[in-house]
């Protein structure tokens, strides 16, 4: 809670918090990742359906 107090209160620590926030998004959530995830469980549930 004294984390969320200080953020309201500091908008340096907003704005840092909001830019950092947002290139994890676009670093960690990008078309490509999600398609690469999605094909990789879909090869791990074939594996798993054809070995048992």
């Known amino acids: 809670a004294g984390a969320i ?3 309201l209160d ?3 620590l907003r704005a ?3 830019a950092a926030g ?3 998004v676009l670093e960690k ?3 490509r ?3 690469e ?3 990789e469980q879909y090869r791990l549930e ?3 359906r054809s070995s048992g």
Do not use: P
Request: without cysteine; hydrophobic residues 35%; glycine residues 16%.
């Open 10 to 12: 500091n908008g340096d």
């Open 5 to 7: 107090g200080r953020a």
């Open 33 to 35: 990742k999600t398609a």
């Open 46 to 48: 074939l594996s798993m």
């Open 22 to 24: 947002r290139e994890r």
């Open 29 to 31: 959530f990008t078309w």
């Open 16 to 18: 840092r918090l909001g």
């Open 37 to 39: 995830g999605t094909v």
